[in-house]
């Protein structure tokens, strides 16, 4: 008997649990939701993220919205809220092919929509991974970044600029607010390349100006591409270079130190200090950072100093460490060779522990970012002996050694413990510690770069190899 | 002539009296054939009674065949025996330990069982001896109900011992322990097992306050053995074994380190850190052989004698404890005597002087952790090519590029070590000019003189990272002197036969003065022993000092009565006034009161006595306080500090704490209620109570507010907030004997939960431990909070799938095999607000199961306990298993880490940057159930009586921590509270890493008392 009565209310409690899980939405009956993509049609491109947009909408509410595409691993599950009901939902969903998807794949993209009430719709779209999203790429041949126009010499600004794009341009915008340049040229036919070149004329007063370019193609979803220029017009030089490369050399290749920033400044009088590595060494002063133009200072027929960019280079006559004096207004200059007294770093970079101290020998590396191997511990910089720097044996007072840079780059070299250490702040300025707060970020391509630090210039030099 | 008649008739009819009865003699004894003197010897239905003697003997008349004798003793099981035709009647009472004539110490007197209307729980003496401690406290764990001890490993260290559960979130958690009546403090290190008589433990406030400002956390009051009247007694217990060390972790060889490390170099695109892993077969330094002992001796002797006379009593004990670490040099060893005489002057007059000296040492290594971590290709020294002959002896060790501090060469440097002396003195008066009436004034002061001494020699192991240039030389003295004077008058009285009433009144005093002197120096010329004194010291000599004191004074009183003995009330009052707190609130009143009904007494009740031996229902209120609280509070403190201003270093004042004229003691309420009861002549016996107690104006150290122009450093204490615990404690027991097989079974049940009711604001978060437990009003305090570690990324559709709703990556760095954290609000965003509780430090319930048997001679003990329902955060997850750092980890990881998908959805790929954060984000990765059923002792002894010249020999075998059931994978699920200087007692609870484990121990005993 007792059995039974336990097997009667075990089932009344079992028809009970199970009538309870039926019920599982809880919603009445509704209508299908609808679905609105916006293109059927969406460009993609490997190691590119593209977008879902799609209306989604139910007389009920929501309840989940699925995107797949098995072939490139997403199924993504978007659930929303149900108190309150949503009755609408723009979706926008970005996601990125993986790179080693090719461009001429394709695929469905599948949209299941559900509601509140179980109600299933499904949706495509296709995805094409031949896109073009390259923005217009515009190279400037003048002006470079940071010029300077010496408004004494000529207040023309002439600007002349290449813009190149495969799915061809549609318009080229110059914008200048400052000085009222608001300049678009619409483009028929296009064209993949297209040169600007107008020149504008200066107000005599200094200023600085920022030149605005804008390019945009064609392609079916447009792309925009833009650069600004940061321009110096100017009665005085505010900064002056010493170039020591061949007239050509592309100077924005360094990732420090090249062209050499100066090391004094009164008025218009700038004073360098640098090291001539060899005999009859030829030497330029730049007016700009950047470029050989509009400034550079070299010697005419006559061997005087002229501000012309088909001036022949400055000889230091002998290997040794100058001091050189130049006044780009009186386009006057000495150059004065000297004996460094500063502090030789010699018998470096063994980095020999002894007891006693008077027998140790230092190492000096790098602690930094943007640096393979070196981070912010002077002990990785101790272990990582890739990162030591040795002796230049034809020069006492440079460190030299090679790097791997990674990118942006900032650094300060350094021996144990920070004893001895050099912090590179900008301008490519090296102080030995204490000296000026702030390491510098410079940008910096990725490869193999040779380093030099100079402890007499206080000055480091980090040149392509 | 009349009178001659009715002289003679008296005298025949006495005789004929006389030639009616029986003389009986013999002699009353304990189990271990020792007399008992004392002994009530009753004929049952007749007013006569009779006492033995010295020796246990005695003689009394009875007046037939069919008269039957009752023997009864305080603390045995009273024994009634048919006289037949004995004339001779020898007998041996068995000690009892839950007769309800049994006396109880309530804090300031002591009263039968039967009388006690609050929530104490008591243990004796023998039962705290059956395991080899050095913290008599962890061999309560598991006996009482409502109070959860955790253990500590290493030489020293001190449980925590929590009474029905937490009351303060800032304050030691600790109970006060009062040593034959006098307040010790909160640490019991100092006192040997083999001293203490019995243990009682106030649990509620109903108990424990006539104790007031110290009382919040629990009392537990421990009488000392006395002397008994009898012969001299000696006796000598002697507990020896071995603590057993095993390595917790099987960790990398050098060949598999470096396969593991190459695998986490090349899963973050790295090339190998250790090319050809291969080369290091059989090249792997065995740090854990090279330090670690594993097995460490541990002794526990005492000596005794005990003995007296009716006018002197007196009990000398000398006792010796000495735990050794597992590192080979330090540990902890102490010496104690305790030389207690009690005197009898008269039936009104008596007096007692207790006589302590003490002795301890302690110190020892902490550093067991590296030996695991440091990497196994570095060896122990530096390779012969790189010594120079120069270095000094501690120079001559290899560096690992782990980072780890070469274990072998830190413990060969430890010279860090405690000495401590103390004396106590404590003595009393005892005056009785009434029946009933007792005045007694107690009296004792505790002189003590601690010497810290460290030295630290110079080496230098690696220029840049291992390294002590200059020696260095430390040494602290630290005195204290602290006196207790309390004076109390209690009147007993019985009116009209069932009116049951005691008054007691009194006053304490209690004065706590120290002071150090403090010196430092650099520059010893050499490092050998005999230099190591600050006088060598040739360089920056330093010296400092300070003094402290505090005090309280206090009423007390206390009035019990009880109608028939079935309706009892007790209620307390005690008066604190302390130094710590200004005038405002320098004085503050804990009243308690509790009731009890022993319904067993009442008529109704008579038919269930067959089965019934007690019935009994509790309630009680009360009032404590917590005033651990630093001793200068009220006062504002000036702080110093070194800046560099143009270059130079400036030393600089500021204010560093202000004073609160309003601060007052953490007051905590409780309510309790409770069953006794007992069945079957107490067979099975037991209690369950309930209790809740909440604390008020609890005592939080906050910081000034900005705009108070203080600087953000500087701190006030106040009473803001508060908290509730409840729960409930059960204790069942069950004791029977059969033939010559006797057992015993106890079982402890204790629940705790505790709630945060209120905080300074509302909305307030309290972060402990890092900022990984938050303390919130509505939740219990210190809860684990962290990111949720939803299992791993398994492929590449489960990575693609964690974003927002826009297709944003939740974990930009993370790739397949990292954790999958999740977004608990749902905001798409991965961020401080998804953080959640993922845990609690605290148990569910805690249950103890003490077995004893006992067949003839043999007797075997068995104690188990267990914590069930709490969780521990494993820290050694990122040592073990993080690839980021060039620490070891444990033996095949890299076959143990995600490697592909469905090879672990646990441990995270190795990855030498980690920059998914799987380790450095605080998530459920971590926590793991700490539930855990440890055996903490078992025991088996073998007793013989009366041979080899010897009253008793017992020899024993024991293994104390030898089994522990647990999933926590860590070292030891014994995890107790944080670090209370950083204010992480309760806020830390619950972490566990390289803690010292409680370790398993294998122990050999003999006891002979003659």
């Known amino acids: ?465 | 002539m009349k009178f001659k008649y009715i002289w003679f008739f008296i005298a025949l009819l006495c005789t004929a009296v006389s030639f009616g009865q029986i003389k009986i003699k013999g002699t009353v004894k304990d189990k271990a054939k020792v007399p008992i003197p004392g002994v009530n010897v009753i004929v049952k239905g007749t007013s006569t009674s009779a006492a033995t003697d010295f020796d246990g003997n005695y003689v009394i008349n009875v007046p037939n065949k069919n008269s039957q004798i009752e023997f009864s003793f305080v603390g045995f099981t009273s024994q009634v025996v048919s006289v037949g035709d004995k004339t001779e009647i020898n007998i041996v009472l068995q000690e009892s330990s839950q007769a309800l004539d049994e006396i109880v110490v309530v804090g300031y007197a002591a009263v039968k069982k039967s009388d006690v209307t609050s929530s104490i729980s008591s243990i004796k003496g023998k039962e705290l001896q059956t395991m080899t401690v050095g913290n008599v406290t962890e061999s309560l764990q598991g006996k009482v109900s409502g109070v959860q001890v955790t253990g500590q490993g290493g030489p020293g260290a001190q449980p925590r011992v929590l009474i029905r559960g937490i009351s303060t979130v800032n304050l030691s958690t600790d109970p006060l322990y009062v040593v034959d009546g006098i307040p010790m403090g909160t640490s019991i290190n100092f006192l040997s097992n083999n001293e203490i008589e019995s243990m009682e433990v106030l649990k509620d406030a109903s108990a424990s306050a006539i104790y007031g400002s110290r009382a919040s956390n629990g009392v537990i009051l421990i009488t000392t053995k006395k002397g008994k009247v009898g012969k001299t007694r000696f006796n000598f217990d002697l507990s020896s074994g071995m603590q057993i060390m095993n390595n917790p972790y099987n960790m990398a060889d050098a060949e598999g380190y470096a396969t593991i490390m190459n695998k986490a170099y090349n899963n973050s695109g790295y090339s190998d850190y250790l090319p050809n892993p291969s080369q290091y077969k059989g090249k792997t330094t065995d740090w854990w052989r090279a330090g670690i002992k594993t097995g460490t001796p541990v002794t526990n002797a005492s000596f005794g004698v005990s003995g007296g006379s009716d006018k002197h009593t007196y009990a000398i004990s000398l006792n010796y404890y000495n735990s050794e670490s597992m590192y080979g040099i330090g540990g902890w060893e102490r010496v104690t005597m305790r030389i207690a005489n009690d005197f009898k002057f008269s039936d009104k007059f008596s007096a007692g002087i207790t006589l302590n000296p003490r002795y301890e040492t302690w110190g020892a290594p902490g550093n067991w952790a590296d030996f695991d971590k440091i990497d196994p290709i570095t060896p122990i020294y530096k390779p012969a090519d790189q010594l120079t002959g120069l270095e000094n002896e501690y120079s001559i060790y290899a560096r690992s590029p782990s980072y780890i501090w070469n274990p072998v060469a830190a413990v060969n440097r430890y010279d860090d070590y405690t000495d401590q002396y103390n004396l106590n003195t404590n003595g009393y008066l005892q005056y009785e000019p009434i029946k009933g009436l007792v005045i007694r004034t107690q009296a004792s002061v505790e002189v003590g003189d601690k010497i810290w001494s460290k030295f630290t020699p110079d080496f230098v192991i690696d220029a840049a990272h291992e390294k002590a240039e200059i020696n260095t030389i430390e040494r602290r003295a630290t005195n204290n002197v602290d006196w207790t004077w309390q004076n109390t008058v209690t009147y007993n009285k019985t009116f009209a036969g069932k009116h049951n009433a005691s008054l007691m009144i009194g006053n304490t005093m209690e004065e706590y003065n120290g002071n150090d002197v403090w010196g430092y120096g650099e520059g010893v010329p050499n490092n050998s022993d005999s230099m190591r004194e600050l006088n060598a010291a040739t360089k920056n000599r330093n010296s400092g000092g300070n003094s402290w004191s505090s005090s309280i004074m206090s009423y007390l009183s206390r009035f019990s009565y009880n109608y028939d003995g079935k309706y009892y009330f007790t209620g307390t009052f005690r008066r604190d006034g302390s130094s710590k707190f200004m005038a405002n609130n320098k004085w503050a009143n804990f009243p308690s009161a509790s009731v009890s009904w022993r319904i067993l007494n009442e008529g109704f009740m008579e038919p269930t006595k067959d089965v019934l031996s007690d019935l009994r229902f509790r309630a009680g209120w009360g009032k404590v306080g917590n005033q651990n609280l630093p001793s200068a509070v009220y006062q504002s403190n000036i702080g110093q500090g070194f800046y560099i201003i143009d270059g130079q270093v400036v030393d600089t004042s500021y204010p560093s704490s202000m004073a609160n004229k309003d601060i007052k003691w953490e007051t905590v309420e409780d309510v309790s209620f409770g069953i006794d009861f007992g069945l079957w002549k107490n067979k099975l016996s037991g209690s369950l109570e309930y209790y809740q107690k909440k604390t008020h104006d609890m005592l939080f150290l906050k910081q000034f507010p900005t705009y108070s122009g203080f600087p953000g450093f500087s701190t006030m204490w106040t009473n803001v907030g508060s908290m509730q615990s409840s729960g409930i404690d059960l204790l069942i027991s069950y004791k029977d004997k059969k033939g010559d097989f006797s057992y015993g079974v106890d079982l402890t049940f204790t629940t705790v939960n505790v709630e945060m009711l209120s905080l300074s604001s509302e909305g307030e978060k309290l972060y402990g431990a890092s900022n990984r437990t938050l303390t919130v009003k509505g939740e219990e305090p210190g809860y684990f909070y962290g990111y949720v570690a939803d299992g791993l990324f398994q492929n590449q559709t489960e990575l693609n799938s964690h974003t927002d709703e826009h297709g944003t990556k939740l974990q930009p760095y993370a790739q397949l095999g990292d954790i999958r954290f999740k977004d608990v609000n749902g905001d798409g965003k991965l961020d401080d607000k998804d953080r959640t509780k993922i845990g609690s430090p605290w148990a569910d319930y805690n249950v103890g199961l003490n077995l004893n048997f006992g067949y003839k001679n043999f007797d075997l003990v068995a104690n188990f306990y267990s914590s069930i329902g709490n969780d521990i955060i494993n820290q050694n997850i990122s040592d073990l298993y993080n690839g980021a750092s060039l620490t070891n980890k444990v033996n095949g990881l890299d076959q143990m880490a995600w490697h592909g998908e469905g090879t672990s959805n646990y441990i995270p790929r190795l990855s030498k940057d980690d920059n998914n954060e799987n380790y450095t984000k605080f998530s459920s990765l971590y926590v793991e159930d700490g539930s855990f059923v440890r055996m903490k002792n078992l025991q088996l002894g073998y007793s013989f009586y009366n041979k080899f010249g010897l009253d008793k020999l017992r020899i024993s075998l024991s293994g104390q921590n030898l089994w522990t059931w647990t999933n926590y994978s860590g070292v030891d699920p014994e995890v107790a509270g944080g670090d209370p200087n950083t204010g992480d007692r309760v806020k830390g609870s619950g972490f566990g890493g390289w803690n010292y484990p409680v370790q398993p121990t294998i122990l050999m005993g003999l006891n002979v008392a003659f």
């Not at chain 1, 993986?98 to 495509?124: Q, W, Y």
């Not at chain 1, 050989?292 to 002229?306: Q, Y």
């Open chain 1, 1 to 465: 008997m007792k059995k039974n009565v336990f097997l009667f209310f075990l089932t009344l409690f079992a028809i009970f649990f199970t009538g309870c899980q039926n019920n599982e939405s809880g919603f009445p009956s509704s209508d299908n939701p609808t679905v609105v993509v916006s293109t059927k049609e969406i460009y993609g491109a490997p190691s590119r993220k593209f977008e879902i947009k799609a209306a989604l909408a139910d007389d009920l509410g929501l309840k989940s919205v699925e995107i797949q595409i098995p072939e490139l691993s997403l199924d993504k599950v978007i659930s929303f809220a149900t108190d309150p009901l949503l009755k609408s939902y723009d979706l926008s969903y970005f996601f990125e092919v993986p790179a080693n998807r090719g461009t001429s794949e394709a695929f469905k993209i599948k949209l299941i929509i559900t509601d509140v009430s179980g109600n299933v719709v499904n949706e495509e779209a296709n995805l094409r991974l031949d896109g073009e999203f390259a923005a217009p790429s515009i190279t400037m041949v003048t002006p470079k970044e940071g010029a300077v126009i010496l408004l004494s010499t000529s207040n023309q600004m002439p600007v002349n600029f290449v813009v190149n794009d495969d799915s061809g341009i549609d318009y080229v915008q110059v914008k200048c607010e400052a000085l009222g340049i608001d300049e678009t040229v619409q483009l028929t036919g296009s064209p993949q390349s297209y040169t600007f070149n107008k020149t504008y004329t200066l107000p005599v007063t200094a200023a600085d100006y920022v030149l605005t370019i804008t390019a945009k193609d064609k392609f079916a979803i447009p792309n925009t591409g833009t650069l600004s220029v940061n321009i110096v017009a100017t009665n005085e030089y505010p900064a002056l270079y010493l170039c020591d490369q061949p007239k050509g050399t592309n100077l924005t290749t360094d990732a420090v130190g090249v062209p050499m920033y100066f090391h004094e400044k009164s008025g218009q009088d700038f004073e360098f200090k640098y090291y001539a590595d060899k005999d009859n060494k030829e030497i330029y002063f730049l007016g700009q950072e950047s470029d050989f133009a509009p400034h550079c200072f070299g010697l005419n027929t006559s061997g005087e100093l002229v501000d012309d960019v088909a001036s022949t280079a400055i000889i230091l006559p002998t290997k040794g460490y100058y001091s050189i004096k130049v006044n780009p207004n009186t386009l006057k200059y000495t150059a004065t060779k000297y004996t460094p007294s500063s502090k030789v770093w010699a018998d470096i970079a063994n980095g020999l522990w002894h007891d006693d101290e008077a027998l140790r020998r230092p190492f000096v590396s790098v602690c930094g970012g943007g640096i393979q191997g070196a981070d912010w511990d002077t002990w990785t910089a101790w272990v990582q002996t890739g990162l030591h720097l040795a002796n230049n044996p034809n020069n006492p007072y440079q460190l030299v050694g090679e790097y791997t840079l990674t990118g942006q780059m900032e650094a300060t070299f350094t021996g144990q413990w920070w004893s001895p250490s050099w912090r590179l702040i900008k301008n490519g300025i090296c102080t030995m510690s204490p000296g000026e707060n702030g390491n510098a970020k410079y940008p910096a391509a990725a490869g193999v770069y040779k380093v030099v630090l100079d402890t007499e210039l206080e000055r480091v030099f980090i040149t392509k190899k």
